[in-house]
């Protein structure tokens, strides 16, 4: 489905790693014409962007769709289970453990290759025994405090190995493809060094840079390592913007249709005992919503101008009050309308679970099989139900009335 309005259609992906396979349940409801947002016709974007986790399954859509159109959204699903998915000896498509003794300990390790095993351990022991080298040195000669250089002694990203990942995208993507579609893509990262927003389009996808710019979108920071793309090392897009609506607004969509895997903060149950982990994961998601909800207000104020502007012209009253109430609101987003290249009215609607995924802060990384498959079939179920009063999606004003049809947050 094009817009029969002939408007631009964006489809923007969210972070939230494992959490992810919520999105492809999502998206088989959309391409498959379920979806009551839809209308029940499929969905056919013309721009696709994605962060994080998100960033890959919008890759992955834009190199298949000149070949299998909204058909690529089963073969998405298909990697999700067959590729990233955890196998019989707890091996996934997303990242793996250094020296997991659980690899090493099952019979299944050995097949078909023996050495396989040995060679692994033994990348690993010489990756270590150089990240050690390099934080003596530093432990020995930097100029900072005690207490700071033992702070860095230990690096949790040292004990994962992303290549696994690496991987995947080598495999599922076809980055000719994507350079060769008419569909536009963007992915979002963070320039760790500078601090800002890095968006990759379809020219910069080559097989090298392609790779690099998805790793780098997806490089949780204290998780997984920085990426380095040319001489700029990058993270994961989620950082400063977990959701890029605005980035769909600027490419010119004025449909748009986001997903995103964080429920609103106040369903997410507070853990009984406080942790490091439980309080950066509500932190960060705390961040996160703030981030979409300000995108969505400024959706909603410009749809809110168009509609009282047009009632100007028309020559219908306007009450003072609402005057006032437009100004008021437009002077708290002065400082973000540089997003926006032209004003005209959004149509946003949002998809995203009402309660916590499963896992909490862990469950990002939870690539059971079981556990993706869950997430595929709620991500399917809400989509299908998708009620925009309920989700607060964004609508512009209705031809017939020119009231606004905006239903609340």
Partial sequence: MTDPQGRKVALVLSGGGANGAYAVGVLKALFSGKSIATKNQLLDPDILLGTSIGSFNAAFLVSQWDEYGAAAVTNLEQTWLETLAADAIGQNGGYRF??????????????????????????????????????????VTSQETIRERLAEVFNFPTFISVEPWADTIRKSINFEAIRRTSKQLSVVATNWTTGKLKTFHNHDMSDRLGLQAILASSAIPGVFPSVYVGAESYVDGGVLMNTPLSEAVQLGAEVIHVIYMDPDVASIPQSAL????????????????????DDIGDARMINDGIRILKRIETGDQVADSELQALVQGMSKIVPRLKRYTSFKPLTIHRYHPNEELSGGALGLLNLQRDHLEDLIRKGFFDATLHDCMEQGCVLPPTPQTGAAAVPAA
Avoid: C, K
């Avoid at 095993?117 to 022991?125: C, H, I, R, S």
């Avoid at 982990?277 to 996160?288: D, F, G, M, N, P």
């Fill in 98 to 139: 250094r020296f997991d003794p659980s690899y090493y300990l099952h019979p299944r390790s050995y097949i078909p290759n023996p050495l396989r095993p040995m060679v692994q351990l033994a990348e690993d022991g010489a990756f270590l025994a150089w990240d050690i080298v390099q934080r003596t040195v530093n432990l």
């Fill in 274 to 293: 406080a942790s490091s982990v439980a309080t950066s994961y509500r932190l960060q998601e705390i961040s996160w919503a703030a981030t979409v909800n």
